[in-house]
């Protein structure tokens, strides 16, 4: 794993890449499962759990001395969070 770490390059882009295909898989996941199992219909929180794992991608990236990607996931995460906040308000 640490060899792939290693060639993936130390760009923002690509953190950001990174830190809105995961959540917008396990986001999708999470709709899945509210709209089609009748107890979890209004568990729209679920969505945060899609988000809150770009909390340990962005330490993990960190540790590996990967700062931008980081940065990037980071990024990703207040976008992400603004879309969830929009979606509840309106």
Not at 31 to 47: C, P, R
Not at 49 to 61: P, T
Not at 73 to 84: E, G, K, P
């Amino acid at each position: 794993m640490n060899n792939q770490l290693n060639k993936l390059n130390n760009s923002v882009w690509i953190g950001l890449g990174i830190g809105l295909l995961i959540p917008a898989l396990l986001c999708a996941v999470a709709w899945y499962i509210i709209n089609h199992i009748a107890y979890l219909s209004k568990a729209d929180l679920l969505y945060i759990g899609g988000i809150a794992v770009n909390a340990y991608l962005m330490q993990y990236f960190f540790k590996h001395n990967k700062e931008n990607i980081g940065r990037g996931i980071l990024s990703a995460t207040f976008i992400c969070a603004f879309v969830f906040f929009a979606y509840k308000v309106f």
